[in-house]
């Protein structure tokens, strides 16, 4: 609680209390630097113990870099070390150099708790950290399967008395004994055997009888559940019912029917458009990169966006990312009814209920919020996966193109996901998004007749008889040897005659 307040005084520089105390005991230094001085208040004297718990998790969030010294302040990202050890790091740190991400969203330099989400001190987090850093919890840690307890099907008084018996605190006579208590240790129902756990929830008379009572005599006869104590016995119980929760959900699931079927994406409105976004980040790489897909009131392609960094960010940061530069690409192309649709809840709920916070996350809400307020038909809207299939696939493509790049006609790894999902929503027509005035049509896009040749690693190749150009929805190329057969292709196929009396 009291590093609550000191988290208060760093917070609120300019509070009466943050100047006086400022003013009183650290007026060249911060709070973290200062000295314990001569003759201190009580109060001063237990924010200054306490502001040791706050060095264990808060960091610098970079913004202007006017404030942080580089080689004294925390401010590298992750759970290990925050500061930069030297001037010549070991690899290791050079590379979380090298992913430190600069968000443009964040503009000054602010002390953020890594241990919340909002990057915000709380005293629960506070005191988390206390077990786990100062006092040593792994100590007082029980190994076992402590979620099987919380998740179970049981009234929560139930679940407290279970994790209650797991700790060790029931008052049975062998716990009174070791806390010093003089009492006999024999059960009182069943003299002979002594009173534990495992005989009061197992193998006493009254238990047994309750638990036949309750139908639940398998807990006893069960093979599984001969455990030599109690602990071990709940886990597997418990273990055993979350199983068996999730046969009964798969058993009674509708046959035939997959998420896939039930979640698809839908055209906007007249007059509006649809934006899809995804992140993507790639393992080995160390790059994010986004997606961005635009389409009009009748599923056809508008326009797409790729872009990537050498850096890596939370996933709630990169879909933040992510819809932000949707929103920017949105008002470059002077469209003003557009619905965002992003398949992160997180981001979502944060911009509805308009989350205020310290995190580099919450600083791009609060940009996307800013942008929203001066475009007031911008929509955002959660989806499943399986309805943002398209701005999915884009981002994983993005490698092949340049750290930024813009589409006008359809990237071959998306159109066959585009052409799926018209059809899906009625509509036959086969878009390729290329412009050119011989075939412009209502849509604004050409249209040619295709002839499919065959499939090569999972993926149909056509040909266009428009264009003369064999094309396949593999991109990109996986090698020259497959460019070559796509060329020797189009060359046969251009020489027969009833190819050149359709073109003609």
Partial sequence: MVAKQAWNIVQNPNSLVAKLMKARYFPHSSLFEASLGYNPSFAWRNMWHARQILSLGCRWRIGSRDNIQVMHDPWLRGSADRWVPSPQPAGDVA?????????????????VWEEERNECYSVKSGYKLVMRYIIGSDKYHVAGNWNGIWKAQAPHKAQHLLWRLCRGCLPTRCQLLERRVECNLNCPVYDVATEDELHIFFRCAVARDSWCAAGLSSVLHNAAYQQSN???????VCSNESGDNVHKLQSNSVSGTTEEDLVRWEKPALGWVKCNVDVAFLSGSGRTSVGVCFRDNSGQFMAGMTQWQQTVISPVEGEAWALLLA???????????????????????????????????????????????????????????????VAHNLPRAANSWSSFHRFEIIPLCIEHLIVNEMQRNGDTRIPLGIPDPRWVGVWGYTFYPRIELGWV??????????LGMAKSTLAPPRCHAYQKLLTATTRIILKLPFVNYIRT
């Fill in 230 to 236: 109690a602990i071990d016995r709940i886990f597997a």
């Fill in 95 to 111: 590379k979380r150099i090298l992913e430190t991400p600069l968000v443009s969203s964040v503009r000054e330099d602010k002390v």
């Fill in 457 to 466: 690693w999972g993926n149909p190749i056509f040909i266009d008889l428009g």
């Fill in 327 to 389: 929103m920017k690409e949105a008002r470059h192309r002077g469209l003003d009814r557009v619905q965002f649709e992003s398949d992160s809840q997180v981001l979502i709920e944060a911009i509805h209920m308009k989350r205020r916070g310290n995190s580099d996350f919450l600083s791009i809400v609060h940009d996307i919020l800013s942008i929203m307020s001066s475009f007031l038909n911008f929509e955002v809207k959660f989806v499943r996966r399986h309805a943002n299939s």
